[in-house]
């Protein structure tokens, strides 16, 4: 039996909260491009097979550069799935495959051993300095290919999180974490020369002050936690400026480093680099304070300084660009005006700030999202990993209208 998303129930139009009349974030003409298998023609949600152009759920993508190459984490099929060059034709298969024997197959660590070419859940993707980061997040490990991956299945040459390629515990099978172990490790970002790594089942990010050469190297600092052997929720402390439930993504822009804590339905943010364990950070968005956490700040409409399961950030053009999951749709915000509790200037997915909804409630769209879960950025195309959908969409960046 077909459920309509039209019969969704919504608020009385009296109940309804107004907004601001949003900027364009991306633009009016809608992707350039569209990844993965087309949708079935009357809406119905079709049965991803594995194919070279078919995702499943696809969490993280990122391109090397507005040319090239993209790299797309096609979650749901524990595959990674690599484009030479950046596609231009909607559905276009990819070039180069890592993780299952044949494109066809599909099966965490390719139903066999784990492996230097296997995953499990991947979802994090990282392109920077000529390096590929993967959040390997089931696997309890990030994978660094430090050479350009032109074959299929070729292995990673360094292992995070793991003493080496074939295990695969939670924190290295200890009781507790340590500066060299990984838990559900779901987001990983290379900034400035630094590789950071959202270890989200330890709820906490952590920094290498360099790119890793060799496996298991131990991060340099840790945020969210007083140190590196807690891993309690908000540091087991009420939430404030320090600790972090749920960490996914992270970026370093104007000057700061810039969190999405979704479990907290919150985007923090430090000044500079933080030089000691634990340091409490000086922004929120998505809240009024450092204390609240309730997604849509407990109700039921969003607004434009509202979150509902922030999973990803990134940063270009002079925005702050935030994959607002749970509310189907993309904000930014000025970089020369992040302030606690700013109200976001951009808006793509919905019609404006208090709308929300999986696809506007309607099928799915060219222009419309579900569950965006990540968002990066090459050039002037963003690259947004709309999970819910099954697809990715390359869509350029609307020119940012300035204030007078």
């Known amino acids: ?10 608020a009385p139009a009296a109940t309804r909260p107004t907004a601001p009349m949003p900027g364009r974030l991306l633009v009016a003409e809608g992707p350039a491009c569209v990844l993965g298998a087309p949708g079935a023609a009357d809406g119905l949600a079709a049965p991803v097979r594995p194919t070279r152009a078919s995702l499943f759920g696809p969490r993280g993508a ?17 595959r990674l799935l690599v484009w030479r060059h950046a596609p231009e034709d909607d559905h276009t298969p990819a070039d180069v495959l890592i993780g299952q024997k044949d494109a066809q197959s599909e099966g965490r660590n390719g139903r066999g051993a784990p492996g230097p070419a296997t995953l499990n859940v991947p979802t994090g993707i990282a392109f920077a300095d000529g390096v590929l980061a993967v959040a390997d997040a089931w696997n309890h490990r990030v994978l660094l290919w430090t050479r350009p991956v032109e074959a299929d299945n070729q292995p990673a040459d360094v292992v995070l999180g793991q003493a080496d390629f074939s295990a695969t515990e939670a924190n290295r099978g200890r009781a507790r974490p340590a500066a060299d172990s990984l838990n559900w490790c779901y987001g990983v970002a290379i900034l400035e020369g630094r590789l950071v790594v959202c270890d989200t089942g330890n709820r906490r990010v952590l920094i290498w002050d360099g790119i890793p050469e060799e496996c298991g190297t131990p991060a340099s600092r840790v945020l969210g936690q007083r140190d590196f052997t807690s891993r309690d929720e908000n540091a087991g402390r009420a939430p404030g400026p320090m600790g972090l439930r749920w960490p996914h993504g992270a970026v370093f822009a104007a000057g700061r480093l810039l969190v999405a804590d979704a479990g907290n339905n919150r985007i923090l943010g430090w000044r500079s680099w933080p030089e000691e364990d634990g340091a409490p950070a ?21 607004s434009e300084r509202a979150l509902n399961m922030p999973y990803s950030v990134a940063a270009a053009e ?22 606690n509790d700013a109200p976001a200037e951009g808006l793509a997915g919905q019609p404006s700030f208090v709308d929300k909804g999986d696809n506007r409630w309607q099928s ?6 579900c569950w965006p879960y990540g968002v990066s950025v090459a050039g002037r195309m963003a690259v947004i990993a709309d999970s819910g959908n099954n697809r990715v969409l390359l869509w350029e960046l609307a020119p940012r209208e300035l204030s007078p």
Do not use: C, K
């Open 364 to 369: 799915p769209a060219r222009d419309s999202l």
């Open 318 to 339: 002079g925005r702050l660009i935030v994959a607002d999951t749970a509310n189907s749709r993309l904000l930014s915000w000025p970089l020369g005006a992040l302030a």
């Open 1 to 10: 039996m077909r459920i309509s998303l039209m019969s969704h129930p919504s």
């Open 282 to 302: 000086d922004l929120v968005l998505g809240q009024p304070d450092f204390i609240a956490t309730e997604h849509n700040r407990s109700h039921y409409w969003p």
């Open 62 to 78: 990122a391109m090397a550069g507005s040319g090239g190459p993209l790299v797309i984490a096609d979650t749901g099929h524990h």
